[in-house]
């Protein structure tokens, strides 16, 4: 098995052919360049671990090559060889982004130990990247609430498939959370050391997309400049997330699903396919069926991505993990603004669980932040949760029953939430014998072992 994958540049023949020679012999794939724009095309449509570049090469000096590398791959470690040994050249190539340099003529045993060293920096700075992502993604975990036997479910779900590699359809109204759980999904399986690239497809021109997409080379178009590596290259070996992939052109979806049927694509004006190696998830707020049978998205392709669906729940449908969220994002905005709240008054938290939510998770989040930098008490009161907004004129009546069922199910949620799952503190609150109270959490499905703290 290869160590990594190096790219030498050198316009000297001889020298080239015996560098080669001497990484291979130490267990490294190569690619040797002569010329500069050989390399480039070569970074372009492979993912590299290692450059080793010439600091005199025939059409420019390696500086600026190397340069040109970094805009394309930025924390690819590069060695620069130079013939004169100057302290000015070494101190150049340093400040312009070099790893190190190395004076010819140089032996094998200095050449391993600078590349070896090289990696090893650059495995420990994507190792610091990925525990500080996966810490980051922990925070964002506290979005993931799994109260409700919805979102249990999905969690479920989720849980299973995040080990394969099988395309995920992610459905959901806006705010539910479609990118919070396809990050999941990435930190969970074997590509977690991998990058995570997420575009939404709605927010980029056809044109524009599609270069982003699948990248391009110099002069393909008006204003492309410089080749440019596209998103599912530089997702390689990880994960992509395409949200709102409803709104995919036609012309686009036909080559997307070439990436998913053959692993390859062309950049545009290209004339070489680029291999890849990607886990792809998906997400949309649309009827896909719907717009297949408007001829508005491809039936093959839906039937590509739609290998495990996953449909996220909004948040009227998932009422008990309303308190949990609300507190989480308490928790989270104290920090942020420096407050003590300490949470919510009880016409406050009824006011949250009788709204109907029509920006879901997200739009509660924004709910709870405005509140906390509003709040001059250690508690929310009502007036700081959604003012100006009927928390029920845009709910649609009811039957009594069922309206009944829903407050008393919101009621008992919330009095479990304030005894933390405390039946004999609940049925005292609430002026209830115990097996009423019981009586009715078998009513509506409530386990109060999962409000205990």
């Known amino acids: 098995m290869s160590k990594g994958k190096l790219l030498v540049v050198d316009d000297d023949p001889n020298l080239l052919k015996i560098i080669a020679m001497r990484l291979e012999s130490m267990g490294y794939e190569v690619i040797a360049c002569r010329r500069e724009e050989e390399a480039k095309q070569w970074l ?4 590299l671990d290692l450059a080793v570049v010439d600091l005199q090469l025939e059409q420019q000096d390696g500086i600026s090559l190397m340069e040109e590398f970094h805009l394309t791959c930025p924390h690819l470690p590069v060695i620069i060889l130079t013939a004169y040994g100057s302290i000015e050249n070494a101190v150049e190539a340093m400040k312009r982004g070099a790893y190190t340099y190395l004076t010819k003529p140089f032996d094998a045993r200095e050449l391993a130990f600078h590349v070896e060293r090289a990696l090893e920096n650059r495995r420990l700075v994507s190792e610091v990247t990925r525990l500080k992502e996966m810490l980051a993604e922990r925070y964002e975990f506290a979005n993931i609430i799994a109260r409700s036997e919805s979102m249990k479910k999905v969690l479920e779900i989720v849980t299973r498939i995040a080990g394969n590699d099988s395309t995920v359809n992610l459905q959901g ?3 539910t959370g479609k990118e919070v759980i396809a990050k999941a999904i990435h930190l969970s399986s074997g590509r977690r050391g991998k990058p995570f690239v997420a575009i939404n497809c709605a927010a980029l021109p056809e044109t524009l997309l599609e270069s982003e997409l699948f990248g391009h080379e110099k002069g393909a178009f008006t204003g492309a400049i410089r080749t440019s590596r596209g998103l599912f290259s530089q997702a390689h070996q990880g994960t992509i997330l395409l949200d709102e992939i409803g709104d995919m052109p036609l012309s686009i979806q036909a080559k ?3 990436v998913l049927q053959e692993r390859q694509f062309h950049p545009l004006g ?3 396919p680029v291999e890849v190696d990607v886990r792809v998830i998906v997400a949309t707020n649309k009827d896909l069926e719907a717009l297949v049978r408007q001829s508005e998205f491809r039936e093959d392709l839906y039937y590509r ?3 495990i669906p996953v449909r ?12 949990l969220l609300a507190e989480t994002f308490l928790k989270k905005f104290n920090r942020q603004m420096n407050k003590q709240v300490q949470g919510f008054a ?10 109907h939510w029509p920006g879901n998770v997200r739009e509660l989040e924004n709910t709870i932040e405005y509140a906390v930098a509003m709040a001059m008490h250690d508690v929310i009161n009502e007036g700081l949760i959604l003012p100006g907004k009927s928390h029920d004129a845009q709910e649609t009546i009811r039957p009594l029953k069922e309206a009944k069922d829903a407050f008393e199910k ?3 949620l919330r009095l479990l939430d304030l005894s933390e799952g405390n039946i004999s503190h609940a049925a005292s609150l609430a002026g209830k014998y115990r097996a009423d109270l019981y009586h009715l959490l078998k009513k509506h499905g409530i386990d109060p072992g999962d409000f205990k703290k």
Do not use: T
């Not at 372009?44 to 993912?47: F, H, I, L, P």
């Not at 996220?312 to 308190?323: A, S």
């Open 346 to 355: 009880p016409a406050a938290m009824q006011r949250l669980l009788l709204y």
């Open 270 to 272: 290209g004339d070489r």
């Open 312 to 323: 996220l729940p909004p948040l009227r449908e998932r009422k008990e993990d309303i308190p």
């Open 44 to 47: 372009a449509k492979q993912s």
């Open 305 to 307: 991505i739609n290998v």
């Open 173 to 175: 109204e806006s705010g």
């Open 410 to 412: 919101d009621y008992l």
């Open 256 to 258: 997307f699903l070439r």
